[in-house]
């Protein structure tokens, strides 16, 4: 299986590269197009600020390439929020595969929220064997609001949208490559997936 | 609900831990990354790796550490000690620290922070502070806590927000070592004046003084070295009565 990260110049890459060889699996890191286009799964990863990484995707064109994939994709934390219509962020306009906005926490709380927050109402193949309420690690400012692409959400603060899919794309707020064993779970459950599935 | 985190603290020298620690099942008990996964299984919510070594070699054993642990550890780990431009923090994030924590550098340039918060984002840059109250007054130390300076703690802190620092690790120099709790006072007035979240340090010496900073210190996160390496207290259980006392943690 040919995993591929998608290397952009955004954020820790190397700790998803481990945690895809603790289960067992390498992956290589790449902006390749080609490279891109004949993967088996894709983990698209994004950490700092919004506006600046689209402007990477774009300087790259990885923002045409990204939409047309047909693999599943696995958008991390910035990744996630990357794939969605609109980032409030630095005003920029998102890659528009999921259909929600990302806006920022509520100015009464703590930003970012750095720690372990439960995700509930999972509703994907991505959580096989995990369980309602499972603890993940968190560390955002801005927040993907509640849609019907929602595969689990969070509370801080407000309900939010912790996990997103659509066809063969997915999002996780988390870092599954931090959250301990049921992180790693998640991220198993994604490099077994074979083929795109809807939301039950 | 977001818990509150439980977080040891590793201090390094040349690529080992210094203080010793009390692990009869650890096979090498200087080696950071077997303490590390261990801590990792035992419920640690992170782990902090203070960087104590001052020789030119530092840099690559420290980065070559950190690689190490990056590759076994999977909760999220902060390095510090001696860090003081870009470049170290790259270096650092490059082979899989989730975050770094600056000090007498962020004192000495404090547009480092700003510069670090805009090159890899708030939410990797911790600033830590080691302040000691003064005849009444809470005023920042350098150097570990060896040197005063005359900044007001809950100034500087106020400041280290807005340069765009994603979280404080504050060091009461008065409590650090004594075993007799945290510095609650002044950890509920950082708490309610800044919006980023605190990390407590200093005067862990048995549960009842974490269920504390939590609660009357307002602390979003607890530190602390020895009780945990000699086994003073478990994690686990730790969590449990944390819980118990109606603190939300990650069990």
Sequence with gaps: ?200 | MLTKRIIPCLDIKDGRTVKGVNFIDLRDAGDPVELAEIYARSGADELVFLDISATEEKRKTLANLVRRVAEKVNIPFTVGGGISSVEDVDILLKNGADKVSINSSAVKNPDLINELAAKFGSQCITVAIDAKQVNGEWLVHLVGGKVPTDINLFQWAKEVEERGAGEILFTSMNNDGTKEGFANEALAVLSSELNIPIIASGGAGNMQHFCDTFIEGKADAALAASVFHFKEIEIRDLKEELRRNGVEVRL
Excluded at chain 1, 13 to 21: V, Y
Excluded at chain 1, 97 to 118: E, R, T, Y
Excluded at chain 1, 185 to 190: A, H, K, Q, S
């Design chain 1, 1 to 200: 299986m040919k995993i591929v990260i998608i290397d952009y110049g955004a954020g820790n890459i190397q700790s998803i590269k481990f945690a895809i060889k603790r289960l067992g699996y390498e992956a290589i890191l790449s902006s390749d197009t080609e490279e891109i286009k004949s993967a088996d799964k894709l983990i698209f990863p994004g950490v700092g600020e919004a506006s600046s990484a689209m402007k990477m995707l774009k300087s790259t064109g990885l923002d045409k390439v990204i939409p047309t994939l047909k693999q599943p994709v696995l958008g991390i934390c910035l990744g996630m929020q990357l794939m969605c219509t609109y980032c409030e962020e630095g005003d920029t306009d998102g890659l528009g595969i999921f259909h929600a906005d990302v806006v920022k926490f509520d100015n009464q709380l703590k930003v970012p929220q750095i720690g372990w927050n439960k995700i509930y109402d999972l509703k994907s193949d991505l959580f096989t064997g995990i369980s309602e309420g499972e603890f993940v690690y968190l560390v955002h400012s801005f927040y993907v609001k509640e849609c019907a692409e929602t595969i689990a959400s969070t509370e801080y603060g407000v309900e939010y949208t912790s996990a997103i899919q659509k066809d063969n794309f997915y999002g996780v707020q988390f870092h599954p490559e931090k959250s301990s064993d049921a992180g790693e779970r998640i991220l198993e459950n994604f490099l077994k997936v074979t083929q795109p599935n809807t939301i039950k």
